[in-house]
């Protein structure tokens, strides 16, 4: 069911580049490297004559991983869209390499865009890694417990909504038993 929806929705810009945030999104740094992209390629649709085999297989790949990915019985399995992105990524890089050739001069202005990328890139990709390597209720509940200590005199009670489980125990056990308890209520409202 809804196979087209998928179908159309996968084929969206949305789901042509990895992050680091999520498995397919579009953000601002993605969303730099489509426009630039983008540009080439409908400049190399525009100029060229004949399609080469390197077009026709990455459209294919596109096409097979989309198809592949809309078929899963559930929306939110995205897998099989790394086929279609491997398609994308060559077709883009065909767009780039057909439209400098024939325009030398737009490298200058692709020149600092893409070292600009590259550099967000990575600096994206070492923060995410970063926060991965430490578990949920570190860090929710290191700085909360880090805060309590520092600020818990100045508070009659301290109300604590819990994102995680056992907001007590991690508390008490970030701050080395130092957060006083008698003042600390643990609750859902907002």
Known sequence: TKFLDR??????????????????????????????????????????????????????????????????????????LIIALFGWTILLGWGIAKSLSRFPWLLFIFIPIFAYQSINSLHNYFIHSQNLSQSQWEVIYQPLADYLVDHQSAYQKTVVIPKYGFPREYLDWYSRGQVDQSKLIIDQYK
């Open 7 to 80: 179908f159309f929705d996968f084929l969206s810009p949305g789901y042509l580049f990895l992050t680091g945030d999520q498995t397919f999104a579009l953000t601002a740094n993605s969303g730099l490297l489509l426009s630039v992209t983008l540009v080439t390629l409908l400049i190399t649709l525009v100029t060229v004559k004949k399609f080469d085999r390197l077009f026709w297989l990455s459209i294919k790949l596109i096409l097979f991983g989309t198809l592949l990915a809309s078929l899963q019985p559930y929306f939110g399995k995205t897998s099989a």
